[in-house]
């Protein structure tokens, strides 16, 4: 179960409303979205989350670039909303490096979904990989830990949030009764 919200800070404070992800392709899709919910280029946060899986935070500033965390890149890599997220800057990787050419396939002629990998059978991760990439994704925390800091939410904070994250951070703003309202 996923969930996502945009809290947009105005004059007045936060102010909160769900937000449909299916149409949201990239990650300038989702920051143009975040735009959209703040006509005054005020800071925007795009909160998503899947339960006790990992959550992320995307900033946006004005027409700054997003800013953008994710508590754990492999569960992400897993998720069509996390994938927006994992972009290739975001996993230090070079841009455009897809891995999609025909050095990278796999032509040892196992069948699709079969492995002859002895990780699985004895239990290892098998290694999360991108969607499209074939290169692995770090388990744990990626990207801009830093990114509420300015708000009151610390490096340190963040990194030690599981459970309900989303709640954790509107809480810290003092927005959590705005958030309740698109939950």
Not at 95 to 114: I, K
């Amino acid at each position: 179960m996923y969930f996502a919200a945009l809290l947009a800070r105005t004059e007045d404070g936060w102010e909160a409303s769900d937000t449909e992800l299916d149409d949201v392709e990239t990650l300038s899709d989702l920051a143009d979205l975040a735009r959209e919910a703040s006509p005054d280029e005020d800071t925007v946060l795009v909160l998503i989350e899947q339960e006790d899986a990992w959550f992320g935070v995307v900033r946006v500033d004005g027409e700054e670039d997003p800013r953008i965390y994710v508590s754990d890149a492999a569960a992400a890599a897993r998720s069509s909303y996390g994938e927006i997220l994992l972009t290739d800057e975001l996993l230090g990787r070079d841009p455009g490096d897809d891995g999609d050419d025909l050095d990278a396939l796999d032509l040892d002629g196992t069948e699709d979904g079969e492995s002859d990998d002895e990780d699985d059978e004895e239990g290892g991760d098998g290694g999360d990989t991108a969607a499209g990439t074939g290169e692995a994704v770090p388990h744990g925390p990626v990207g801009d830990a830093e990114v509420l800091d300015d708000l009151g939410v610390s490096e340190k904070e963040l990194r030690s949030m599981s459970g309900d994250a989303v709640g954790e951070i509107a809480e810290a703003l003092g927005a959590s009764e705005v958030l309740e309202t698109v939950r």
